[in-house]
């Protein structure tokens, strides 16, 4: 099994990015995915979820409007599309598959966002 992120970097204020998480090794179109980020010094949080039937969606209050999960269950990705960049965006990015007691996660894409 594996979660591969991709697609941080560094950013100014303001800016874009899209981070994608190539799955392998396992049923990605019956799995929840998430998205969560961990700030330094804090609690890692969730971004974003996306359903694996419905497609619905849930994001962190902080980033309502601004960012998208989205999912390709034929490629086995997952996005997340990040508009308006914030400071207080930067953060290592991780995805997240679960499916009852099943939980993987990726090793993270750094995000900064910095003048």
């Known amino acids: 099994v594996q979660l591969v992120e991709s697609g941080g970097g560094l950013v100014q204020p303001g800016g874009s990015l899209r981070l994608s998480c190539a799955a392998s090794?396992?049923?990605?179109?019956?799995?929840?995915m998430r998205w969560y980020r961990q700030r330094p010094g804090q609690e890692r949080e969730l971004v974003a979820f996306i359903g694996s039937s419905n497609y619905s969606t849930y994001y962190t209050n902080s980033v309502k409007g601004r960012f998208a999960i989205s999912r390709d269950n034929a490629e086995e990705r997952l996005y997340l599309q990040m508009n308006n960049l914030k400071p207080e965006d930067t953060a290592m990015y991780y995805c997240k598959a679960v499916r009852g007691q099943e939980v993987y996660w990726g090793q993270g894409t750094q995000v900064t966002v910095s003048s």
């Open positions: 090794g396992f049923t990605f179109r019956a799995y929840n």
